[in-house]
């Protein structure tokens, strides 16, 4: 499986400022998701970065709070922007596996604090 | 909506025993199925995952798939203390779109 890693680890914001977060693979990949995992809930889907062009947003998130940003096959970021305490959450990144379709691995994940 | 469903548990168990976690997906295209476990404060780790119908085993974790009944469940043998977690039950979204749907996760606890 890639080696994955997101920087920040975690984060204590104030509402209204913004925070990029960095995820990194070792090898490259064609996908790259971003998800939102908030305290005690499942993984929420915010969007897929696409190399090259711009990301394909979920419903219910928007580029202008989300944008995303793919330069290369093995690197992404996220902000999150004009924060509130609701954006409080856990943000992962994760890569399809090159030879599995569908098979989706993990980084680390950034902890979000919004105050 | 296409969804997964799981038992949000907890389900106890105690060390040594089987524990059965179990997974419920609407979307019938979905044609590949995932077990992921999640420690507390950690990301989800992949352990398993099933494409065809019937069972699949990998050291004391064997997943089941059932398409006609829209059903996935994960069977860890033996169980560990190690083993408790929240286990994530996620399905490819058909249509080709790449992407998968979580299931709220099961939370197992294994007492010794």
């Known amino acids: 499986s890639a080696v994955i890693s997101q920087k920040p680890s975690r984060d204590i914001c104030q509402r209204g400022t913004s925070l990029t977060i960095q995820c990194q693979v070792d090898?490259?990949?064609?996908?790259m998701f971003w998800y939102r995992q908030q305290p005690g809930q499942s993984l929420t889907l915010i969007a897929t970065a696409n190399q090259g062009s711009e990301a394909t947003y979920e419903s219910g998130f928007v580029i202008d709070k989300f944008p995303i940003s793919r330069p290369n096959l093995t690197f992404s970021t996220l902000t999150v922007s004009n924060m509130s305490p609701e954006d409080s959450s856990i943000y992962l990144c994760?890569?399809?596996?090159?030879?599995?379709?569908?098979?989706?691995?993990f980084g680390p994940g950034t902890r979000l604090l919004v105050l | 909506q296409k969804e997964v469903e799981q038992n949000s548990g907890p389900l106890s168990v105690p060390e040594g025993a089987i524990a059965s976690l179990n997974c419920t997906y609407s979307d019938r295209g979905s044609q590949s199925f995932f077990w992921y476990r999640q420690y507390s404060g950690k990301s989800p780790e992949l352990i398993m995952f099933?494409?065809?119908?019937g069972d699949k085993e990998d050291g004391r974790f064997t997943a089941q798939l059932n398409k006609a009944s829209q059903y996935v469940s994960l069977l860890i043998r033996d169980s560990q203390p190690s083993d408790s977690a929240t286990y994530l039950c996620a399905g490819g979204q058909s249509g080709g779109y790449n992407k998968l749907i979580f299931g709220a996760g099961t939370r197992l606890a294994v007492h010794p």
């Open positions: 994760s890569v399809e596996a090159p030879s599995l379709q569908e098979t989706q691995y």
């Open positions: 099933i494409y065809s119908n």
């Open positions: 090898s490259q990949v064609t996908m």
